[in-house]
Nanobody
């Protein structure tokens, strides 16, 4: 069974930086899409950034030029480097993986447990 573990959240001042990490565990052959979503209090979960196995990226307009998503396919890991953080970036950030190929299945739409990011002075 594949599990995603996301870490790296915390409290940071406006203008600061954080790096989130997520690793998928299990006997995994490949992962098509990995990325990050976030959910602020009272709001729907929204896409932050994703990266395909081949390196194609997709970013929310609100984070372009501030956040960078990257992957290490050998480690089944995805990262989110967040710079110039703003109070409106405060949310729970969730790692996401889709089309995870294992020896027994092609798992779809997997989520990490979430990590809190708070941007405040």
């Amino acid at each position: 069974q594949v599990q995603l573990v996301d870490t790296g959240g915390g409290l940071v001042q406006p203008g600061g930086s954080l790096t989130l990490s997520c690793t998928a565990s299990g006997t995994i052959f490949s992962i098509h899409i990995m990325g990050w979503y976030r959910q602020a209090p009272g709001k729907d979960r929204e896409l932050v950034a994703t990266m395909s196995r081949r390196g194609a990226t997709n970013y929310a307009d609100s984070v372009k030029d501030r956040f960078t998503v990257s992957r290490d396919n050998a480690k089944n890991a995805v990262y989110l480097q967040m710079n110039n953080l703003k109070p409106e970036d405060t949310a729970v950030y969730y790692c996401h993986a889709d089309r995870v190929a294992t020896e027994s299945e092609l798992a779809r739409d997997l989520w990490g447990q979430g990590t809190q990011v708070t941007v405040s002075s």
